[in-house]
């Protein structure tokens, strides 16, 4: 029926208008986006309202204006502000026609004036695979403004031997230009350690989602009677648990192995249900498996938006991810937020930070079908293990939020401009 933690060691463009903050800006810092981010925007807005006053600079406006996501297969427009709170520029009129593609597929001259007449304390630029991130970092070069980096990479990312010896001597001289490198985690950090950047050059700046508003909107959604609604609403039948996917219905993120996992699971006689969030190519896939291995208890509620995730989340009781090259995995993050053990496979950049086996959830090796349904039988059959997993993923979530974000890109910049002080004296 289809139904031990460690804290691991973002002509003229159009303007959205600065917000009042609560405090004064100390610092102004520019990041560098393709368009605005339904995890950065709340970010942005965090760190302009606690002392760093920041400027979006947008390529694109395609996710505010609504398009077609090629994972997703389908349209989709957030349902959250992606612009309140924060400054924000789009970058020329064509930043409501450009489409992340190629590396020409996003130009933007107009990021050299932005740049060069913005007077930041900081540029960040988040990426490097398009044009108008060279065309940054040369701005900022040009008008002497401190330059930093941010991505996703990390080593256990799979790529073909000829494209690593292409691409890393071209990254360890892309990475030298910069004056600091902001790690998202640990693996991160692990990566732009073998790229060559020096102790000295990297700083923390993890990964993180809007904690705040996850927590008190899955709280709320967790009182019995709107939990019992929203189970309902899904065609949860049953008492039993609910595993919970909520992803992109892509190859790389292998959600036919929970589904295989599932079915063993199943035959083993285990009560359980499985709830799989998203759309995408594997979809039909996905649904004629089920049919097919008449596997029960298997609910496809289709893509929700961000508003609509966190009664889901509350609603389910475990959370997996069973991906292989995910650079971080940021739905893990949600799932945490709402007090869920997770579930995910070693490959994912953010299992380092945020799972401790036994603890708050169980890693296993992708693609390990056998693997993942050990990793899941215990938080389905042992509640009380579950909701003490679950405890602890909140526990630890806690500590990896946008104060850390905020501070960690406080200390980069202002040690940069401490040493850029010395080296004049």
């Known amino acids: 029926m289809q139904r031990d933690m460690r804290t691991a060691w973002t002509t003229a463009p159009t303007e959205h208008p600065a917000p009042p903050t609560q405090t004064s800006a100390s610092l102004r810092v520019a990041f560098v986006n393709t368009h605005p981010i339904q995890y950065f925007a709340p970010l942005y807005a965090h760190m302009t309202r606690n002392g760093i006053e920041i400027t979006a600079l947008y390529l ?3 996710s505010i204006r609504g398009g077609h996501d090629k994972g997703f297969g389908q349209a989709v427009r957030w349902d959250i502000d992606l612009l309140e709170g924060y400054r924000s520029e789009f970058m020329g009129d064509a930043a409501k026609r450009r489409e992340i593609g190629g590396f020409f597929s996003m130009i933007a001259p107009e990021l050299w004036s932005a740049i060069r007449r913005g007077a930041f304390d ?15 970092l040369a701005a900022a070069r040009a008008s002497g403004t401190p330059v930093l980096t941010r991505g996703e990479t990390h080593l256990r990312l799979a790529r073909a031997n000829w494209r690593n010896a292409v691409r890393t001597p071209i990254l360890k001289t892309w990475y030298r230009a910069f004056d600091g490198v902001l790690a998202i985690g640990t693996a991160n950090a692990r990566y732009y350690a073998a790229m060559g950047v020096s102790s000295d050059c990297l700083f923390q700046m993890p990964y993180t989602v809007d904690n705040a508003r996850f927590m008190a909107a899955c709280d709320s959604a967790r009182a019995p009677a709107l939990r019992a609604e929203t189970r309902q609403r899904l065609g949860i039948a049953g008492p039993g648990p609910a595993i919970l996917y909520a992803a992109k219905f892509d190859p790389r993120k292998r959600p036919g192995d929970l589904l295989a996992a599932f079915a063993v699971l199943q035959r083993q006689g285990v009560d359980a249900h499985l709830v799989l969030v998203g759309s995408g190519a594997l979809e039909s896939e996905l649904r004629s498996r089920v049919t097919t291995g008449r596997i029960r ?16 989340y509350a609603a389910c009781d475990v959370f997996v991810l069973p991906s292989e090259n995910e650079p971080w995995g940021l739905a893990v993050n949600e799932a945490m937020c709402a007090g869920l053990p997770i579930v ?6 953010c299992a380092e930070d945020l799972v401790r086996d036994g603890v708050n959830g169980a890693t296993f090796r992708a693609g390990d079908v056998d693997g993942l349904a050990r990793a899941l039988r215990s938080f389905l059959v042992d509640a009380h293990h579950a909701a003490t997993a679950g405890a602890a993923s909140r526990a630890r979530i806690a500590e990896w939020s946008y104060a850390e974000c905020t501070n960690g890109l406080r200390h980069a910049v202002e040690t940069i401009r401490q040493r850029r002080r010395l080296e004049r004296d």
């Open 297 to 312: 208890n298997v609910i496809f509620p289709g893509f929700v938006n961000q508003s609509g995730l966190p009664a889901v």
């Open 344 to 349: 995910l496979s070693e490959e994912i950049g």
């Open 122 to 136: 900081a540029v960040v630029i988040h990426g490097h695979s398009l044009a108008a991130h060279h065309v940054a």
């Open 60 to 62: 694109s406006d395609f």
